[in-house]
């Protein structure tokens, strides 16, 4: 494990002074990555993708990460009041400044990842090579519109809350008292929309083939995640060092053709328009 993802309004920049801490020292052996654009001030000028904003929250991620570059700079979310040039010019200022290495976005919609690439070729600018957006065996929204966008494009999934929130670690269960944890603590709130039903229904199957591979719930839903060519890394977060060694035992290992067919079935979404209409 190499790779380190934190955002600059995790607990309002703690996270990146905390995670350049550990660091310390062994910068050289890590890949970072970190987030702008969401708010983080009280002023008309702290939040958003403009360039004022984006060039000093750059500069405050650098400062609280104790590193002179970061390896991979995201974009939280889409910013409808600035304009894609103005964003895109300013990352790859950022870039040439060999204060980025690459540029990713976050929770775009398909037609504002497509636009930002075409603007960014057009203009000759860094494009966004990674894409960091939900993705699990309850939340298989991905699929209908990004995903085949992320392949055509040549970019990678980074997967957040690749256990739905929490909801796919084993501890929710059909018929049985929530154990303790994240969500039991109130840990819900803002969480994806899924019904009982289905999660109900996925958790089945999937403590079924855990028993199988004498794994546990956990892993399971990760290697399936895993097994989708555009997913190039899932962003785990473990409570403590167990969960975590738990997490990372997800790979070097792969589900069978039919586990991996039971997982889809029984996590299957109802297709949105227009892909019902069917390709000609």
């Known amino acids: 494990m190499n790779f380190f993802d934190t955002a600059d309004v995790y607990s309002k920049g703690d996270a990146e002074v905390v995670l350049g801490k550990a660091l310390h020292g062994r910068r050289e052996k890590a890949i970072i990555s970190t987030k702008g654009t969401f708010r983080m001030g009280e002023g008309p000028n702290d939040q958003g993708s403009s360039r004022y904003h984006l060039i ?3 500069e405050d991620s650098l400062r609280r990460l104790g590193t002179d570059y970061i390896d991979v700079y995201f974009m939280h979310g ?3 009041h600035t304009p894609i040039e103005e964003t895109l010019g300013a990352l790859n200022t950022l870039v040439v400044s060999g204060k980025v290495r690459y540029i990713g976005c976050s929770n775009f919609a398909a037609w504002q990842l497509m636009k930002a690439l075409s603007v960014a070729e057009r203009h000759h600018w860094e494009p966004y090579v990674v894409y960091q957006g939900y993705y699990s065996l309850i ?3 991905y699929e209908q519109e990004l995903m085949p ?10 997967a957040w809350s690749p256990l739905g929130w929490g909801r796919l670690t084993g ?3 059909r018929d049985r008292p929530m154990g303790e944890g994240r969500m039991k603590s109130g840990g819900a709130v803002g969480a994806p929309p899924v019904t009982d039903d289905l999660l109900y229904a996925v ?4 403590s079924e083939i855990a028993g199988e591979m004498e794994k546990t719930v956990s892993q399971v839903a990760l290697n399936w995640l895993l097994g989708n060519d ?4 899932v962003v785990i977060g473990a409570r403590d060092e167990r969960q975590l060694l738990e997490n990372l035992d997800a790979v070097g290992w792969r589900l069978s053709a039919e586990q991996a067919r039971r997982l889809d079935s029984v996590s299957a ?4 328009y227009p892909h019902w209409v069917g390709e000609r």
């Not at 979404?269 to 949105?272: D, E, G, K, R, T």
């Open 56 to 58: 000093r929250a750059c």
């Open 78 to 80: 889409f910013d409808k």
């Open 139 to 141: 939340g298989r929204d």
């Open 149 to 158: 966008l992320i392949r055509d494009q040549r970019l990678g999934l980074m």
């Open 171 to 173: 501890k929710i269960r």
């Open 203 to 206: 958790v089945d199957v999937l």
């Open 230 to 233: 555009t997913v190039t890394n």
């Open 269 to 272: 979404q109802p297709v949105i």
